[in-house]
């Protein structure tokens, strides 16, 4: 019998860190299972093993199985996964931090609690998305209004590159395939560019939720993040994508966005962005590989838990 139960969780020293993961995998028509701390994938071609630490997010097409044991490792290894919808319009995530420290998801909070400091977070994202414009004093109504015209130019030039006619951007959340073949090429490279999001923000320990630019949503700064490479990695592989042909177009738009997203070492990019973005300098990380928990003092003292700091003991 497996002992694989047995196993104890990886801690932060053993797991990949996910700016040296592989973007991406997606699996379709399998059953996902584990053995020992990889994952395998079984479909009527054999078994196939892959390390649980090496993936950014996995992506589970139609026809696909997992088990409780591969969702397990799943999670002790902070991997993303994200079950995907036909053509994958659709998608659920989830996750596990890789860091033990919170204090990512704190700067996180602090910026977003203010009004200005959350308007300046959204300015610094405009920045990184359209180095050649200021945005300094900018609205968020001017933010949009800046950001509706570049998406405009940036599909006008890549169907001009690529050749591939563009009208208008349609998507239909309930239909797929209503789009025309370049909008289903940019849908499809939305939904791993969201997916592969969500695995770093929550490999980060940062909350999805507190979005800076979206709001309302449980997945907000997902998209702020995933919005951030839209213009120069999601849009141009759909395009090179659709350019092929209208066959199959979801499945070539993956293939190149994964290609694209490891060529340029998005995932490290995406690391750094984050931490610059919410002003964050790992003071707070701790080498230690062991879980730390402090309790909150006056004057932001952190002290120590797990004992009773009452002036007399309790019985």
Request: hydrophobic fraction near 35%; charged fraction near 25%.
């Amino acid at each position: 019998m497996s002992t694989v139960s047995r196993r104890n969780g990886s801690s932060p020293r053993d797991l990949t860190r996910i700016g040296d993961r592989v973007s991406f995998v997606y699996l379709e028509r399998c059953t996902v299972h584990r053995e020992d701390n990889a994952i395998t994938a079984t479909d009527a071609d054999g078994v196939t093993h892959i390390p649980s630490a090496t993936i950014g997010t996995l992506l589970l097409g139609p026809g696909t199985r997992v088990t409780h044991q591969a969702m397990s490792v799943l999670g002790e290894s902070g991997a993303g996964v994200v079950w995907v919808g036909e053509q994958g319009v659709r998608f659920y995530a989830g996750g596990r931090a890789l860091t033990r420290s919170s204090g990512l998801v704190e700067a996180q909070a602090t910026a977003w609690a203010n009004r200005r400091t959350r308007l300046e977070v959204a300015r610094a994202m405009y920045r990184l998305r359209f180095p050649d414009e200021d945005p300094a004093g900018c609205t968020r109504q001017e933010l949009l209004s800046k950001e509706g015209r570049r998406l405009k130019e940036c599909y006008r030039q890549e169907s001009t590159r690529t050749g591939v006619p563009w009208r208008r951007r349609e998507y239909n959340r309930d239909d797929f395939s209503a789009g025309d073949t370049p909008n289903q090429a940019v849908t499809a490279a939305a939904q791993c560019m969201y997916g592969i999001a969500h695995a770093v923000v929550t490999a980060l320990g940062c909350s999805p939720g507190l979005g800076f630019v979206h709001s309302g949503h449980e997945r907000s700064f997902v998209l702020d993040v995933a919005d951030l490479y839209k213009t120069d990695v999601a849009i141009p592989a759909a395009f090179d994508a659709a350019a092929e042909g209208t066959e199959d177009v979801a499945t070539r738009t993956r293939r190149a966005l994964r290609d694209r997203i490891n060529q340029t070492g998005l995932l490290d990019r995406c690391v750094k962005d984050i931490r610059n973005l919410l002003g964050y300098d790992g003071t707070r990380d701790t080498a230690d590989a062991r879980d730390r928990v402090t309790l909150l003092g006056d004057g932001e003292l952190h002290i120590e838990s797990g004992r009773n700091h009452g002036e007399e003991p309790i019985w």
